[in-house]
């Protein structure tokens, strides 16, 4: 049985996570713009990325660690009937065969056109009606290491 510390503990860092529910929200939407892109809207935010294909599955990567993850459904960011279908979109995207992560099969492989129509299904179904990625939170440098804009911090 947990004493009244660590309870008061636990809670602390509930609340930590809590505070920081825009960026989550922000990385599962963006995680998801991600996928409904295809491969020249992909290089257009190269300067943003670096690797867009390497942050197409590693921002999913991130948007679905689960604190951050349950965290938007606990504070009824986005509603608890569509957690489900996120969840198998994660899955959906963890099954395409690393043979296929090239930019040569993202326009044309079917299971990647799947994949951008089932992106775009969820967008809408979570009343998201832009598909532009929100660069908010993220610092944005030059070729030499310098600041061009400084991205929200969260905490």
């Not at 990647?112 to 929100?134: E, M, P």
Request: glycine letters at 2%; proline letters at 3%; hydrophobic letters at 35%.
């Amino acid at each position: 049985k947990k004493t009244s510390t660590e309870n008061s503990s636990a809670e602390k860092d509930e609340t930590e996570f809590d505070k920081d529910v825009d960026f989550y929200y922000t990385n599962i939407i963006n995680s998801i713009i991600l996928y409904t892109y295809d491969t020249s809207q992909l290089e257009q935010i190269a300067p943003i990325l670096i690797d867009p294909l390497f942050e197409l599955y590693s921002e999913l990567e991130y948007a679905f660690t689960p604190i951050c993850f349950e965290t938007v459904f606990k504070l009824e960011v986005i509603d608890i009937s569509i957690k489900n279908e996120l969840l198998e979109f994660k899955k959906e995207v963890d099954n395409i065969p690393k043979e296929i992560w090239d930019w040569e099969f993202i326009d044309n492989h079917e299971l990647w056109k799947t994949t951008r129509n089932h992106a775009n299904v969820l967008l809408d179904k979570l009343g998201v009606t832009s598909r532009i990625y929100n660069d908010g939170y993220t610092t944005i440098y030059d070729n030499e290491g310098n600041i061009l804009r400084e991205g929200k911090n969260c905490s």
